[in-house]
């Protein structure tokens, strides 16, 4: 995450709810946003037919599956699979999200913890800039449910909300660095974040991070030896703006950033992303752009690259960097945070952001994420791309491929399946439904080729 999804969606405050009822989580982001006041007019309808309150109602599947609908009227196109019955028969939604479970294995690009042991005082282990990101994740924390907000971004919660509450499969955790504005820590430390893999091994993939290379070469080329073999990290998610006087660097530098990549091709580590778009607080927004994966991908062609958030709203420039450059099969995204603030609020940007990536840079390369725990339980998130698609008007006026049960599969888990070498048997929920079988949930992972 990192954007102040507070100040975005406005109807947000004084609404405590509860992390675990993530049908009213999800109703909570679709009815603050600028539809609210219409949605919220439509499931007054809703409600009095099947009379119950609206504020009864948006604690259920059928009030979930209501907002839903109540989008598709306003907007006058189909984003999501809904019926009319589902947000007035009290069953009708509950039975079709559950037998939705059946299909997916769900591996979570992007999840994080971001309470630290010590915690955060201004001044004495944090800058205000450092405070001013603390206080976002807080109040983001809050309005998902966390009634501690930051404080409740647990190893704990990570478990319950994720692992337990949720649909996921495989959590990929990723690291906070940011040292500069931390007391000279990270803010969330290497040994914090690995009582998340000892508790968890077989649910969790651990990614390191925390590396400035502003702050020396040879330091850093020194912590990636130690998160490596120390730690046992399976890949990198960094972060190419940062505190120093330099303000930022770029992954095709030649000095400070290739070093790095040299010394992963020894270690071992092969997955390599890094934060993109979303340029928030008092970051440099030109360090957000993607431009410099575009090197890389050709100069080190045994590694994956990942571009986190999409690169939103700079999607078109990875989208770019394989439309024109088709033979290129190492430039992976993920939809964490881009997915959640788009479609409650901008569904027609989510159909877009979507559509462009999967058009360009090939439904074998977009991946699932929901900055998780940053948004408490990620199980919203997941209703709703189940029954997200891509309305037809724009599949027509721009080329976009349909947004497919068996185009979700892979963006749920199968290409990341791929990219981290996982075991898709290990899905949680088995199959459902007849329709979904021999798709991937035996066996080994599917080696799916570009
Ligand atoms: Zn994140």
Redesign the pocket.
């Given at each position: 995450?990192?954007f102040n999804f507070i100040k975005h969606l406005k109807g947000l405050d004084n609404l405590p709810t509860e992390p675990m009822n993530h049908y009213e989580q999800g109703s909570r982001f679709f009815t603050g946003g600028h539809l609210g006041p219409q949605i919220n007019d439509k499931l007054e309808g809703y409600a009095a037919k099947g009379r119950w309150s609206r504020r009864e109602m948006l604690k259920t599947a059928t009030g979930f599956a209501a907002v839903m609908l109540a989008v598709n009227e306003i907007t006058g196109m189909k984003f999501f699979d809904v019926d009319k019955a589902e947000a007035v028969e009290r069953d009708a939604a509950e039975e079709k999200f559950i037998l939705a479970k059946g299909g997916n294995f769900v591996v979570d690009q992007?999840t994080?913890i971001c309470w630290r042991n010590d915690g955060y005082v201004e001044g004495v282990n944090t800058t205000k800039q450092g405070m001013w990101f603390v206080d976002l994740l807080d109040g983001l924390g809050k309005a998902m449910g966390f009634e501690n907000g930051i404080r409740d971004m647990t190893v704990e919660n990570f478990g319950k909300v994720i692992l337990e509450e949720s649909d996921t499969d495989i959590a990929i955790f990723?690291p906070f660095g940011f040292r500069e504005d931390y007391g000279g820590k990270d803010m969330v430390p290497i040994e914090e974040q690995a009582e998340i893999k000892q508790r968890w091994p077989d649910r969790t993939i651990m990614m390191g991070g925390g590396l400035t290379p502003n702050q020396g070469v040879g330091e850093t080329l020194d912590r990636l030896q130690m998160f490596v073999e120390d730690y046992k990290i399976e890949g990198l998610k960094l972060y190419t703006f940062d505190s120093t006087p330099k303000k930022g660097w770029w992954l095709d530098d030649l000095e400070r950033a290739y070093p790095i990549w040299e010394k992963c091709q020894k270690l071992g580590i092969k997955n390599v992303g890094c934060?993109k778009g979303i340029p928030f607080g008092q970051f440099m927004a030109r360090y957000a752009h993607a431009e410099d994966f575009d090197r890389v991908c050709d100069d080190f062609l045994d590694m994956n690259w990942i571009v986190?958030h999409s690169a939103w709203p700079y999607h078109e420039e990875i989208a770019a960097l394989k439309m024109f450059k088709p033979q290129r099969k190492n430039l992976y995204s993920e939809l964490?945070?881009t997915f959640a603030a788009t479609v409650t609020n901008r569904p027609i940007d989510c159909a877009h952001v979507i559509g462009t990536l999967l058009r360009d840079l090939g439904e074998d390369y977009l991946m699932w994420g929901t900055?998780s725990t940053?948004w408490a339980n990620p199980q919203w998130q997941i209703d709703a791309l189940r029954r997200f698609q891509i309305p037809n008007e724009l599949v027509e006026g721009h080329g976009y491929p349909q947004l497919t049960d068996e185009v979700k599969k892979k963006i749920f888990g199968l290409n990341a399946a791929r990219l981290w070498g996982l075991d898709t048997s290990t899905a949680r929920v088995k199959l459902a439904d007849d329709k979904f079988a021999g798709i991937a949930l035996n066996g080994k992972p599917q080696n799916i080729t570009a």
């Open positions: 995450m990192e992007h994080h990723n934060h986190f964490g945070s900055d940053l």
